[in-house]
């Protein structure tokens, strides 16, 4: 267990439609992460937070946006859903704002599935 | 665009056999991270390698940073069946953004 929490675990949805996906970092982490993995383009950094600021931004589609809470909990909200964006997606903490050097945790990862 | 390349994709073999991996870029990384996932669970971090040339072993895992911090190779003795998973490697760049490669997906068959 990384500490680090998703849900929902598994979400079927329709194309069109919008999902929002939680997550809690590990106690103490600033930094929160989004990844999305999927088996054509493995695993993609979509965005950090730094103590509810926006650090650093990748490859994250227009229709995707994030913010990360006063209390540090983040969501990731995808919408206008395609076929293509059934993925996993990762939500993964660290204590402090740089990449290198640091140990990210990964949570276990929301399934979603676009039908 | 920075990219990192693992091979081999696919490997599957009998425990007690030994391996390697690879994970190679055209880029110069800071420092270079070995991963493993399971299925239904996140990457967890194995190892990070800072510099050029550096060797670091677990238990039978030794991963190596190449000199010019482009590649990386983790060898595996012994394999078990509890190696089985998803190894990922990824390179922090000089933009401290993380890049991950696409994997290697390791069968041990008992």
């Given amino acids: 267990d990384s500490g680090v929490t998703q849900t929902p675990k598994h979400l079927i949805t329709a194309t069109g439609q919008r999902v929002t996906l939680r997550c809690s970092p590990r106690s103490g982490d600033l930094s929160v992460y989004w990844y999305q993995q999927s088996l054509d383009q493995g695993l993609q950094f979509l965005i950090q937070y730094y103590n509810g600021e926006e650090r650093a931004k990748g490859n994250i589609l227009e229709r995707f946006s994030a913010q990360q809470f006063p209390d540090l909990h983040s969501e990731l909200n995808l919408s206008s859903l395609e076929l293509g964006d059934s993925a996993l997606y990762f939500c993964a903490s660290s204590p402090t704002a740089r990449q290198n050097g640091n140990t990210i945790y990964f949570g276990e990862g929301s399934w979603l599935t676009v039908v | ?58 238990k039978r895992l ?49």
């Fill in chain 2, 62 to 110: 030794t991963f190596q940073f190449g000199d010019a911090r482009k590649d990386s190779s983790l060898h595996i003795t012994a394999a078990q069946p509890g190696d089985t998973g998803l190894y990922l490697c990824a390179g922090v760049g000089r933009d401290d953004k993380i890049i991950f490669g696409k994997g290697t997906r390791l069968h041990i068959l008992p």
């Fill in chain 2, 1 to 58: 665009t920075q990219l990192l390349e693992q091979s081999p994709q696919f490997l599957s073999i009998q425990e007690g056999e030994n391996l390697t991996v690879y994970c190679n870029s055209s880029s110069v990384f800071s420092s270079l991270q070995w991963y493993r996932q399971e299925p239904g669970e996140g990457p967890v971090l194995l190892v990070t390698v800072v510099t050029g040339g550096e060797v670091k072993k677990l």
